[in-house]
């Protein structure tokens, strides 16, 4: 199976994840099929370019290739920014007014959806953590990765500034240089 195959075929089996989870904890029917639309509304069309270098980035950063388990724990971080990502990029449609992501509409711009999607973009966030602690809570790890989804997290408001809604000339460096990489 192609690497792409092989990250689409985890995000699947996370997604079938967090339906599991939702109706463990006893949520409608209804809102499960809602927000498992939002996550294959707003995590399908992209590029994944985020996601497949978190998979490319060990075999490239340590001399020897990843095990098996070390390969599936990295598709599903490389599946967390992924998530991560489609929640900001919610979050900043709608700060923006945007009309569409992707060639589709925006999330919040779908048929009974409108400004319910900034608490899906809370749920995608959230997902982030409760996958992180069903797959590593006993990784070494497991502290850094909580740390570091906090900190991309915190950056990435700090540094959030619509360029339309403040100007150009008030867009200063320093608020450039918060932004994460």
Not at 20 to 43: H, K
Not at 44 to 51: A, D, F, P, S
Not at 78 to 103: H, K
Not at 167 to 181: H, N, W
Request: proline share 4%; glycine share 8%.
């Amino acid at each position: 199976m192609a690497a792409l195959e092989t990250f689409a075929a985890t995000r699947s089996e996370l997604f079938a994840e967090l339906q599991e989870d939702l109706e463990q904890r006893g949520n409608p029917s209804v809102n499960i099929s809602r927000f498992l639309d939002c996550l294959t509304a707003t995590t399908e069309g992209g590029k994944l370019n985020r996601g497949i270098t978190v998979v490319k980035a060990d075999y490239v950063l340590l001399p020897n290739p990843p095990t098996p388990q070390e390969h599936a724990h990295l598709r599903i971080l490389g599946w967390l920014v992924e998530l991560f990502q489609a929640a900001y990029l919610v979050w900043d449609d709608i700060m923006d007014g945007s009309e569409y992501r992707r060639g589709r509409p925006c999330w919040y711009k779908g048929e009974g959806v409108g400004l319910t999607a900034i608490n899906d973009a809370c749920m995608l966030k959230s997902c982030i953590f409760m996958l992180l602690r069903r797959h590593f809570r006993g990784h070494p790890e497991y502290a850094a990765f909580v740390e570091l989804f906090h900190e991309a997290a915190f950056r990435t408001e700090l540094g959030v500034t619509d360029l339309t809604a403040v100007g150009i000339s008030r867009f200063l460096t320093e608020q450039y240089q918060l932004m994460p990489d």
